[in-house]
Every structure is written in structure tokens, then in C-alpha cells.
């Protein structure tokens, strides 16, 4: 078995406990957290420390944390040669500290405390600085996942961003076609079949076949209808980026 301490308490940290703990080839030695009360509901207080110290000994140290706390929880970690890796899809592995092996795991996907995930769907991409380290990573991926990716640091990179765009904006259009429906006294949920044909649809064909709406069709009394309908200025200035952008994706092909 795969002997793994989690440092952190947030989404992606909860998950990846909930996962550890289901796999019959992974033991979750420890969890280490500021607040371990974040993580009672998950854990016997014995696997629980707020304490660097008292970190036991394990295969994988997996830092699960916000970006920009990686580099100074790395370095808390008391002793070295041991094998730490990160989660994040932003930071490269060699932020991390020099006084222990390097590596990254990182979960691609959206992580919600009070939303379930199949963790066997979602690809992790693995990254370490020898051979030997890899090999531990992807055991320890496998065990939780049936989709493991060698994925480097300038990749994982552009592969967050592009998850960015994916996911996070997506979302936040969905807040803006939520509040637009609002507005009007419409029900958002009118809106979720077109959303999911939409997800599906992408799973079959690519986005470019995908695409559709007055943009694809350079419909320009449509466009501006809804222009003159926006009252919002970032709505609208939302609607005529997204606009450009597609026409000008189209007059590229």
C-alpha cells in the first residue's frame, strides 16, 4: 500500500481524503491542518495534527493548499529527502522546497465541498523529478483514478488555463444568464436542458463543430437586438468580446 500524508483542509484536500480513504491499495497515514475541525466530519481526531512536528512518516506528502502558501508550507515539512508533491494546476514543481524530492499531483477538476465527484473519472496529471518518484505517483494515481496523465509543468500550465476558460468563465456566464433571468421573471431552470445538450454535445463532436448562435451565423440584426437589450455594461461588453471572438474564429477556418 501506498503509505500518503495530506497537508490541508480545503476542497481539493477533502476530496482527495475521501478518495485515499475508499482505495483498498492507499493508506492516509495523517492529515496536517491549521484547523482540523475542518476536517472532524471526515476523520478520527488520531489521524488529525495542526502540528509540523508531529508529521508521521509516509511515502507521498501531498500539499494541498492555496498557490501562493506551496513554497512556505514546503518548507515547514522537518526533515528531507522525502517525496512532496503539490495539487496545484498554476504552480511549478520546482517551487517547491529544495530539501525534499519534488513532485506534482494534480486532480483536474472542479471541487465543491457539498458536491460528490467519481474519482475514478477524473484525470490526474503526474509530474516528478525521477524516474522512481513517477512511478510511486502513478501508483498512487492509479489507485484512485483510471485516468493518469505524464503531464509537465509548462503543460499543466497551460492546461489550468484553459480550464479557466472551460470551467470558471463558464460558470460565471451562467451567473450572468441566471441574473438575466432574473431580471425578466424567467425560472433559470428553462435554461439547464440547453445547457446540458451543450456539455454532451462537446463530448462527440469539437468545439468548433459545436458551436452555434447568432455569432457562428454573423447574424447582425440579431446581435445588435441584444445589445440594444443589455442594459448592463459588462454584459454587454461580455457579449460583444464573445461575439468578436467567434466571428473572428470563423474567418479563420
Known amino acids: 500500500m501506498t503509505k500518503v500524508v495530506v497537508i490541508g483542509a480545503g476542497n481539493v484536500a477533502q476530496h482527495l481524503i475521501v478518495a485515499f480513504k475508499e482505495s483498498n491499495q492507499i493508506e492516509l497515514v495523517q492529515v496536517v491542518a491549521r484547523d482540523v475541525t475542518k476536517l472532524s466530519h471526515l476523520l478520527d481526531s488520531s489521524l488529525l495534527t495542526s502540528t509540523f512536528s508531529e508529521i508521521k512518516k509516509a511515502d507521498v506528502y501531498i500539499i ?25 494546476g498554476s504552480v511549478a514543481m520546482t517551487d517547491l522546497n529544495d530539501k525534499n524530492r519534488k513532485g506534482v499531483f494534480y486532480p483536474l477538476q472542479t471541487f465543491s465541498k457539498t458536491k460528490a465527484v467519481n474519482f475514478k473519472e477524473i ?23 483510471d485516468v493518469v496523465y505524464n503531464v509537465s509543468s509548462a503543460q499543466r500550465k497551460a492546461l489550468h488555463v484553459a480550464a479557466v476558460f472551460v470551467s470558471n468563465f463558464v460558470n460565471h456566464l451562467y451567473a450572468i444568464g ?6 425578466n421573471q424567467l425560472d433559470f431552470d428553462l435554461l439547464k ?15 468548433t463543430a459545436a458551436q452555434t448562435g447568432p455569432a457562428k451565423r454573423n447574424d447582425t440584426t440579431t446581435i445588435n437586438s441584444h445589445l ?6 459588462n454584459q454587454k461588453e461580455i457579449y460583444k468580446l464573445l461575439t ?10
Not at 492555496?66 to 515539512?77: C, G, M, P, R, Y
Not at 525521477?130 to 501508483?139: Q, S, V, Y
Not at 441566471?178 to 431580471?183: A, D, K, L, P, T
Not at 440594444?228 to 455594461?233: A, I, Q, R, V
Request: net charge negative.
Open 64 to 88: 494541498s493548499v492555496s498557490d501562493n502558501a506551496i513554497q512556505d508550507v514546503s518548507s515547514q515539512i522537518p526533515f528531507g529527502n522525502q517525496l512532496v508533491v503539490h495539487t496545484s
Open 193 to 207: 436542458p440547453l445547457i446540458a445538450e451543450t456539455a454532451n454535445k462537446v463530448q462527440l463532436l469539437s468545439p
Open 228 to 233: 440594444t437589450f443589455l442594459k448592463d455594461h
Open 123 to 145: 484525470p490526474i496529471c503526474i509530474e516528478a523529478e525521477n524516474e522512481a518518484d513517477f512511478k510511486t505517483l502513478e501508483t498512487l494515481a492509479k489507485s484512485c483514478s
Open 244 to 253: 468578436k471572438s467567434i466571428i473572428d474564429h470563423e474567418k479563420k477556418l
Open 178 to 183: 441566471n441574473e438575466i433571468c432574473e431580471e
